[in-house]
């Protein structure tokens, strides 16, 4: 007789939520249908295997699944590193609170207020430009394909920055710890084809540094001089100036 009791149900939910937080994570890199496939052979394999007994098809499935899992990890490397990313990050809120904010950097408001003034005149004059704010997750990698600069925040100087006569204007400007810490840096572009065509390589890299890591990027459109901003692999586009302070000073409501 087969006992079911409330570890079994346990077993299910937990089961059930982890499936469904790695469906998240690959619904935000566009691997929602591959792992959709993924799940599909799955339950094919346990059917024959385990409820048929198909001895021949069952010792096939085995074998493609044993070499799949190989197949899994360099298929999936990003949504991995970013699973594993987020786990570590939610951990050390939750163990380790006072050391999580000794190494983040908590800013006051006044600091993103240049921030938020140089984004305004840029949209009104139409001047694209791509600015990431590091979170818990390190830009080192980023910060390190442009130029350091290493300054204090401010408004005169980003709008500099991204002047269309500006050698550093195409690449992005990285803040860190209430300072920028360089320009002109290349980012990972986004191969998700859920995003609109008419946006161009500026959104596509935003929202490939928010894929890769937690950090907030912020847009200005060169031909229509919108405000976006991106994180965690979403886009909330055409925002005001106000929106963009919000979302600044509480980055959690871009999740």
Known sequence: MISFGIKDVIDILLVAFLLYYIYRLMKRSSAANIFTGIIIFILVWIVVSQIFSMRLLGTILDKLVSMGALALVVLFQEEI???????????????????????RHDPHREEYLPVVMACKNMSRDKVGALIVLEQNVGLSEYIGSGDLINADISQRLIENLFFK?????????????????AAGCILPVSHNADIPKS??????????????????SI???????????????QFRLAITADELENFLNNPDLLE
């Open 219 to 233: 847009i200005v459109s060169e031909e229509t001089g919108s405000i976006s901003v991106a994180r965690g692999g």
């Open 199 to 216: 946006l161009g390589l500026r959104h596509r890299a935003a929202l490939g540094i928010s894929q890769k890591t937690d950090a907030v």
């Open 165 to 181: 006569n500006s050698p550093l204007h195409d690449g992005a400007v990285i803040i860190r710890g209430g300072r920028i810490a």
């Open 81 to 103: 590193r970013r699973f594993f990313s987020s786990i570590g990050t939610r951990s050390s809120r939750l163990s380790f609170p006072g050391l999580f904010r000794s190494r």
